[in-house]
């Protein structure tokens, strides 16, 4: 780590003891160059991640805006709420890996659309149509196309029908 007084790139770890009950590590350092002391704590970053939305602007992560999301996409559809406390619990997961202090909304949506499209197609065109805004009409058909021939754990059961009237584009403008 830099030295906080001469810039210089490396200081030597003088000290290094646990602090906090174990949930922090604590540092003396010192600079080699102008004989600086310093200390640094590290610890585990738990928190969230801001979302950044579409319009640049940072927000909260927020479970029941997604679980609300995933709920809309969901809705009528044979998916357990275990199924989506996992799917959401996934999607945390990723979140927290990141180890990013902000995520796009965008990369959140993807994460959404992956664990959807493993648990029911409908939901997953439900939740892509309003997430991913299709190119054209051809692109939102291929994908259809596409997912019609690999059915879903759900419609392997059920074989409920994809898509009746989800064929109609639903266009929603923006979404944060
Ligand atoms: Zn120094």
Known sequence: MQCPFCKTPDTRVV???????????RRRRE??????RFTTFERAQLTMPNIVKRSGD???????KLREGIGHAIYKRPVSPEMVDHAIDSVMRKLRGTGEREV??????????????DLDHVAY?????IYRAFEDV????EEIERLQAQPSAAERKS?????????????????G
């Open 15 to 25: 000290d290094s003891r646990l602090a906090e009950d174990g949930t922090q590590v």
């Open 31 to 36: 600079c080699e160059k102008c004989g600086g």
């Open 58 to 64: 940072p927000e909260p992560f927020r479970e029941d």
């Open 104 to 117: 796009p909304s965008r990369q959140v949506g993807e994460w959404v659309m992956e664990e959807l499209r």
């Open 125 to 129: 065109v439900r939740f892509a149509s």
């Open 138 to 141: 051809n692109a939102f058909r």
């Open 159 to 175: 074989q409920l029908p994809l898509l009746e009237a989800e064929t109609t584009t639903r266009r929603r403008g923006k979404n």
